[in-house]
Structure formats: structure tokens, C-alpha cells
């Protein structure tokens, strides 16, 4: 999930550098023709830009950081997924539970 999440970025933060914007701007706006946003591209060029440079800058270090980043680790189970070390997590705090209630019931 975090490769995927990243190439996602990664693409779609080229497609969105401004530079492209000189040739997916028009087809955008062509493609939109007649519509509210269509009429919204064509009159805010300025803010589109504005705005595809931002997340070209955020979505490229994103993608690269979820490529390229150090990997975190969500459980002491090694190799294990998310859902067995929530598993874990849970019978060892009803285990918890369970001992304080016994504890309790024996004083």
C-alpha cells in the first residue's frame, strides 16, 4: 500500500508540474467545454498554476519519502500485518484485564 501510495504521487506529481500545464491545460479545458469547471480553467490559468506547482513540489517529496523512506514498523510481531498485531495488542490487554479482575476478587 505505501509503494502504491507513493508511485500515485510520484505520477500524478509530474503530470501536475507546470510545465506540462502548457499542453494539459487546453485539452483539459477542452475536454470541460460547456461546464462550470471548464469555464472555472479557463478564467483562473493563474491559480491553476499556482496551485499545480504546490503540489508538484508536496506530491513529489511525498512519493519520495514513501518510496524511499525508512519503512515504520507498526508491530513487535515480525513479518506479521496490521490486523494480527491489533489482535495481538487486544488479547494481551484483556489478558490484563482479566488478571486485575482476579486480583480484585481474591482480596
Known sequence: MRRMSGVLLTVTGFLACPCHLIVTLPLLASLLTG????????????????FAGIYFIVALLLGYLLLFGPARRMSNIEGA???????????????????VSAIRSME
Open 35 to 50: 461546464t462550470a469547471l471548464g469555464s472555472f480553467l479557463t478564467r483562473n490559468t493563474g491559480l491553476i498554476f499556482i
Open 81 to 99: 500485518c496490521l490486523t494480527c498485531a491489533l489482535a495481538k495488542t487486544i488479547l494481551e490487554r484483556s489478558e490484563q484485564v482479566d488478571n
